[in-house]
């Protein structure tokens, strides 16, 4: 592969790796002793680009990620006529209101599932204009017809352009009448999640009743917490099925943005492995981005986890421990991580309740078992979730694939921090949420051939 079939048209301007087929990787000359701050929250940025976008008033992101998730964010804001401007991590934004500027057009939002599930309630909350919502051909793949039904619910007029639940769709702005209205949230918890953001700007109160799960209640909790810093109230009760939002209107603000605990995830995993030690010195363990749990997992697997007041440390262990079954259900994007760390404990490990992350940026079941498959350890695919059982990856002569999903490109790198010679297809893929993923693991030691 020569490098120019990068993941079908997902990349934007902020990505890195455009032109790079392949990289091979070998483990570091001496086990890691450094620190990283990691980059800006993707789902804080883009939840904060709509949200400030929707305000009355100028607000000021700091701390955002800038990476291809979030550049796609910013462009359709951009053609929607919301004024914007970035310098480094800050974004200045001139929210308006709930209308949108430019009445018409499509945009086009990469392979941001954020994206594909805030935009179209925000879209449908404004007045008058009407646009078509697209992605990559993988993120059309994505379903998004629990969300799009409650919002037609509560009077918006969306349509599909294509196969019916996925994108493209067509967005009519006729505001929201609010009321009462079901949503799934066994999928995914970004359907909730775009209603939630959407339901300040309808007529009168929407009452939202969840009709199952949630799979990842965290994030329907950081949506909550970050309207509130934009002055809105939702009302819920303590299991999370039912919610209730007035009439009201965020308010701009000048908000500084957590970094990404998902991507902490890889580099205190490298530390795991490894035997090092690595510390991350923008988050605490305080936040309330679900993937922090990780933390509790290397703990049980024998790692030495200092949490602070500005940072977190992850010593690793000689042996790392396995032998357990765990739910990973509310921080299912660290699946990928605990699978590629899986094969270096003692015993198997057995992961259950994800079966929703075969609707991800890939099928991740099947695709890690497959990678782990092809590099000798023994896997066993399960409806809901994997088993992984310990042995010495061996990476075959063909490069592996990365699925044009960025956590399979960043788990599988982890296995060559102890499997030399590990060679990965498409990396730059890690742009989606992580640009400098490989410069940030070469700069912690790991060794990085382009
Ligand atoms: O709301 C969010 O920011 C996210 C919710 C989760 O998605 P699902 O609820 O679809 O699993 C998570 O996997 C994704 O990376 C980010
Ligand atoms: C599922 C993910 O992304 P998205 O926001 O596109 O759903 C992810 O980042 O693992």
Redesign the pocket.
Known sequence: MNGLEPGPGSRSPWAALQHIGEVEIHPPAEPPDGAIAVSGS???T??ALIIAALAEGASTLRGILRSDDSYWCLDALRKLGVSCSVEGGTVELAGNGGEWPTPSGSLYIGAA??IA??LPGALAAGSAGGWTLTGSSQLNERPVRPLIDALNAIGADIRYEADEGRLPVRIAARGLAGGEVTVS?A?????L?GLLIASPYARQRTVITVEDQ???HA??G??IELMKRFGVTVEHNAAYDRFIVESQRYQGQDVQLEADA?TAGYFLAYAALTGGRIRITNLTAATLQPDIGLLQVFERMGCRVFCGSEGIELSGTETLKGGFTISMKEM??QTPTLAAIAPFADAPITITDVE??R??ECDRIHAICESLTRLGIRAEEHRDGLTVHPGMPQPPAEALDTYDDHRMAMSLALIGSRAGGLRLRDPGCVSK?CPSFFDDMGKLGLRVNW
């Open positions: 993707k789902s804080y883009n939840r599932g954020t599930r805030f949230g999928v995914s918890s970004q359907f999640s949630i799979v990842q994030y329907v950081m949506t998902s299912s994007d929703h992350i609707k991800h949420t």
